[in-house]
Each structure stands twice: as C-alpha cells, then as structure tokens.
C-alpha cells in the first residue's frame, strides 16, 4: 500500500513539475538566458530574441522614421495615427494603442514599438500584448546624449547594428560640419524658442531643441527655464520673463506640431505688450516643425540647419557657388531658389495626407526619395511652384532653359506687367507664355539676344545666379 502511494504521489509531482514548466510569467516570458539578441528597454524590463524582428509595428513616429532610415521598410507591418514620414508611412496599417489591443495581436508582431508615455497611460493594452507572448519594447531617449544608445538598441533588435552605427557615424559628422560654422562667431543670435502657446512654455536646456538652438550658432534666452515636471524637456516660463527680455529676442521660433499649431508673425504680434520684441520689430518670427528639432530622429541635423538659416541666413544660404559657367539642371536649381528665398524646407504632419492634393504630393516621385541629399530642396522648390515636374518623375538631371528659369523667377517674385508698352521679341511666338517672357525682359532679369529670347536654350548657373539677384533687386524697389 505504501509502494502504491509513493508511486502516485511521484507521478502527480511529474504532472505538476512539466505544468508549471508550459507556463511561463507574462513578466518575465520575453527573457531566456541564451538568447542572441538582448536589451534593456527604458522600462528596465530585459528583452531577450532568438533572432532580429521582422514584423513590427511602431507605435511612437520617432520609432517609424528610425526604423525606415535603417532600411526595414518590409519588416514595418504597422505605424501609429501621428506618423507621417517618410511617405512610405501611408501605405502602412495603421494601429492605436488607444484601441482594441486584438487588433495588433492578430497582425502577429515579433516586435510592437512603444515608448514609456504608453506604459504609463496605458497598461492594460500593455499588458495584454505581452501576455499574447509578443515582445514589447519600450523606448524614448529623453535628453540628446541618449540618442546614440537609443539608436544602438533599434538596431540590435532588428539586425541592424551595422547600419546603425553608420548612420550615427554620418549623424555626428554633419552635425559637427554645422557647429564648425557658426560655434565661432563673434556674436551669437539671442533666440527664444516658443515650444507651446499654452502659458508661452519653452524647453529645458538639456532638451534636443536646445542642443539644435545651441548647434546652429543661436544663444538660448531662456537657458534658465525649469521644467514643468520630472520626466519632460518643455518648461514652465510665462509672458512676464519674455517680455523682460524683449530687447534681447533678435529671433523668435514657434514650434509647430502635436503640441502646439505654432504661431506666425501676425498672431505672435497681436499678443498683448508682444510688439516691444525686437524680433517681432524686425520681422524674424519663424515656425519650425517639432519633428525636425524636437523629436529624436535622423532629421534633426535637418532642424539644425533650418535654425541656422533662420538665424544667419545671408551665410547659410549663400549662393557663391552658383557662380560657375556650368549648364544648371533641376536638381541644383531646386536648392538654388530656396536658398534665394530662403524658404523654409517643407515637413508634413499626419493632418497633410488626410487631403487631397491637386497636383504633387509630397514624397511620391519615383526619382527621388527621403535619402537623396537634396530631398527637401526638391520637394520644398515643386510644391512652392518654382521648379516643374513631369508627373510622378522630377527628373533630377534635366537641364533648365531660359524659357523655365523665367517661368520660376516670375513665381518666386510675383512680378507683375507694370508697363503697358509693347517691346519686340522677334521669337516671341516659340515662347509657350509670352506675358511671363515680356515681363522678364522689360524688367531687364533676362535678357534678348540679336532680338530673340531663345526660350529653348539651356542657361548657366552664374546665369540664373544673376537673373535672381536682379529679380530680388527689382522686387524689394
């Protein structure tokens, strides 16, 4: 009888011992001691994978744009609502954390992107997740100098640690050529940077934002400003500081984005006591899209480089060297206008592909992609109208005639035929828009040759140099 019993006894601790071995806690179920790939997330939860992802979603726009400069487009199987670049994003799935979370456990992710905001307000979509065995991973470097390992960890979860660090590599790199620029200028731009209008709240000094102020050769007014709480970069500063300082603000920055529409000259103006700012005097109140400055991405040498041309913009936008006899194309011509203008590059927000578009719509050439080094000039020049196309294709090398460069010079001047007298263009008629050919002759930006304007032939960068310095001569008489 003893016999019998101990027999049954050990087999019921069997049974019970490979039961508890099928069941894993849903704590620790992402951790396995020989796993290849392993990280800590900024949850302190350790996430251990046999093999780099190759379906995720990314909940978190930050997360998207990393993931497609590291090349994984085809491992992307799902963004959030406020992603937005590159455009490539709209052709994705698209997820809230804010629903159902059924909806991304039966898309069967071996990785779901979040960011510690969605641990927090969100712990049961959370949970429910990692209790359906999918890995969760939980990032967001909250200061610059995090940047670097932040990016370290996206690529050793998806298998591209080697792209990662050439990319931080180049990133380091061109944001030391910008620093070499202007770090030693005799006098630097005093700036204020306006990161919501609520309460007129900035940024902390240990934010991306300032660091990109400090990048591009600007002096932070309000590098005394405290955050509003532990865990933010946005600071608590108010109409009373501001104004003390108005004297001192040469140039005004109102982010726009999530947080905040962003203000323009006119409604920053019209705030009360706001016209004793000197940037407002002189007319240097700029907008810049969050993405570029203050989310931790690839683009923020690109926000750096906005700012310096908001703050120096005769030194970064300098055009000498255009002024070469070389037959001009597109592509240098679209970096060339906007550097004239100095237009502000183009940044879309998720509210952009919610419309219809006449005419292009940002990022859908097939020539031309957000890696080419001249992307924003091209994509800013096309939809402010100053260089064509040819539908889906930009045609990056196709040479500018005279006929072209007239046609973008109009646009970018908006002149108009002041002069009602006739003048004689003897090959007028080979010219698709005479009025436009008329009024860049009357006003001596391009001139007749033996009395023909010759609109099919191909100009010269010093050319088209000299047809814009005399465009915006005439323009500002």
Wanted: with cysteine; proline share 4%; glycine share 4%.
């Amino acid at each position: 009888m003893k016999n019998r019993i101990s027999i049954v006894f050990l087999a019921l601790c069997i049974i019970f011992t490979f039961s508890a071995c099928g069941k894993e806690d849903p704590s620790t179920a992402t951790v396995k001691e020989e796993a290849n790939i392993q990280i800590v997330d900024d949850m302190k939860n350790t996430i251990s994978m046999d093999e780099p992802a190759k379906r995720i979603i990314s909940l978190y726009s930050a997360h998207t744009e990393n993931l497609f400069a590291l090349g994984l487009n085809d491992e992307i199987i799902g963004v959030g609502k406020s992603d937005a670049y590159p455009y490539e994003v709209t052709k994705k799935n698209v997820f809230d954390y804010r629903s159902d979370p059924e909806k991304v456990i039966a898309e069967d992710p071996d990785l779901v992107l979040i960011r510690p905001f969605i641990n927090k307000s969100k712990p049961e979509f959370v949970e429910a997740l990692k209790n359906a065995g999918i890995n969760v991973v939980s990032l967001y470097p909250d200061s610059f100098e995090k940047f670097p390992e932040y990016i370290k960890k996206l690529g050793t979860i998806t298998g591209k640690e080697n792209i990662a660090k050439e990319k931080l590599e180049k990133f380091n790199k061109d944001i030391e050529e910008l620093k070499k620029i202007t770090e030693n200028m005799d006098t630097k731009t005093k700036v204020f940077f306006e990161a919501t209008e609520t309460n007129y709240r900035t940024i902390t000094p240990n934010s991306m934002a300032a660091h990109a102020i400090e990048y591009a050769g600007g002096e932070n007014v309000a590098s005394d400003a405290v955050a509003i709480r532990e865990g933010t970069t946005i600071a608590s500063y108010g109409i009373e500081r501001i104004l003390e300082k108005a004297e001192d603000i040469e140039v005004y920055i109102s982010q726009r984005g999530a947080m905040n529409s962003g203000g323009n000259l006119h409604s920053i103006s019209i705030r009360p006591g706001f016209d004793a700012i000197k940037a407002l005097k002189d007319k240097r109140v700029y907008t810049i899209n969050e993405k570029l400055v203050s989310s931790p991405t690839f683009r923020f040498v690109k926000g750096v480089k906005e700012l310096s041309r908001m703050f120096y913009p005769e030194m970064i936008d300098n055009l000498d060297e255009f002024n070469i006899d070389e037959k001009l194309n597109k592509r240098e011509f679209a970096r060339m206008s906007v550097m004239a203008k100095h237009r502000p590059i183009f940044s879309p927000t998720s509210k952009y592909y919610r419309k219809k578009h006449r005419g292009h719509t940002y990022g859908t050439f097939e020539d031309i992609d957000f890696t080419d080094d001249d992307f924003d000039y091209i994509e800013t020049a096309v939809l402010a109208g100053y260089v064509d196309y040819e539908d889906s294709l930009f045609n990056p090398h196709k040479e500018i005639t005279k006929e072209e460069l007239s046609k973008s010079i109009y646009v970018m001047y908006e002149f108009k035929n002041k002069d009602e007298k006739s003048i004689n263009i003897s090959d007028i008629e080979e010219c698709d828009n005479k009025n436009i050919t008329e009024i860049v002759v009357k006003n001596n930006i391009l001139s007749l040759e033996d009395g023909k304007f010759n609109p099919k032939r191909v100009v010269t960068k010093k050319e088209a140099l000299d047809a814009i310095k005399m465009a915006k001569e005439k323009s500002m008489d």
